[in-house]
């Protein structure tokens, strides 16, 4: 159990006494992470469900960010999703199950101020991408969970950047009064909790799953915005590449000269 959810383990152990098993583990250690899980492993027999969802915020535009924390929140969030699941007991042995991945809509989305968490979330969205093709054949589903804004204690939780002068009045300085002041997410924990427990119980996972009335129109807009972008340079896309026998002038010569001399034959 990691600390921000220490305080709920008394009612959980009241609630599920002979369901519950708790392991502490520090998610910037990695090799802490394989031994808890081949711990739970253990005591279970088999583990038929891994969800991740540890992180926070790290606020300040990329200019005022420390490399201590930038460090840390790559840690964290990032490298922190290889040591789960399949990748600790062998996807084979798992014998099928669900990966299930926290990510963010700032997984497909960027906004000023969040650069080091977006790329944590666009490099969890990217490696989730990958495993699922990688796991496929053990049975195992994975499923990307994007949330929008949601009424935690996210922002005022966070790590907050030392300010430079130059950014206070603008977007980043904006973003950071907003989050560790406090603002009205729309974002409901129990329901998005519920939502993430129906992926679960799906014959067939969803990849991803974006959960939160903001949250769909902002991804759209950043998906959107990122084709209409590739689509206006279409043409320096397809007068960048070198003609396929220039690339492989080898491969191009043999096949050539293979299909003469079966023409002659």
């Not at 250690?29 to 790290?58: C, W």
């Not at 497909?108 to 989730?128: D, H, M, N, R, V």
């Not at 300085?173 to 679960?200: N, Q, R, S």
């Not at 206006?232 to 043999?254: D, Q």
Request: hydrophobic share 40%; with cysteine; net charge negative.
């Amino acid at each position: 159990m990691v600390d921000r959810v220490a305080a709920h383990v008394d009612e959980l152990k009241k609630q599920f006494p002979d369901q519950l098993w708790i392991g502490e583990l520090d998610l910037s250690d990695l090799a802490n992470i394989a031994n808890t899980f081949r711990a739970a492993v253990q005591h279970f027999g088999r583990v038929h469900a891994v969800a991740s969802n540890a992180g926070y915020s790290l606020l300040g535009a990329a200019e005022e960010l420390q490399l201590g924390t930038i460090r840390h929140i790559v840690d964290t969030q990032s490298h922190r999703v290889n040591r789960t699941g399949a990748g600790n007991c062998g996807a084979d042995a798992l014998g099928g199950g669900h990966l299930v991945q926290v990510s963010s809509g700032a997984g497909q989305a960027a906004f000023p101020g969040l650069s080091l968490y977006c790329a944590t979330k666009w490099g969890i969205e990217g490696f989730f991408d990958s495993l699922a093709q990688e796991v496929a054949d053990f049975g195992i589903q994975t499923t990307l969970v994007e949330p929008g804004t949601i009424r935690t204690d996210f922002g005022t939780s966070g790590v907050l950047s030392p300010e430079l002068d130059a950014y206070r009045e603008g977007p980043v300085g904006m973003l950071c009064k907003i989050a560790t002041g406090g603002y009205p997410a729309p974002g409901d924990p129990a329901k998005m909790a519920k939502a993430i427990v129906e992926t679960f119980e799906a014959e067939v996972a969803p990849l991803r799953v974006a959960l939160g009335q903001d949250v769909f129109g902002y991804i759209k807009a950043a998906l959107t915005g990122r084709l209409d972008q590739i689509k206006a340079y279409k043409n320096l896309t397809t007068v960048s590449i070198l003609p396929i026998c220039t690339m492989y002038r080898h491969t191009c010569s043999a096949n050539f000269s293979s299909a003469i001399l079966t023409q002659r034959n």
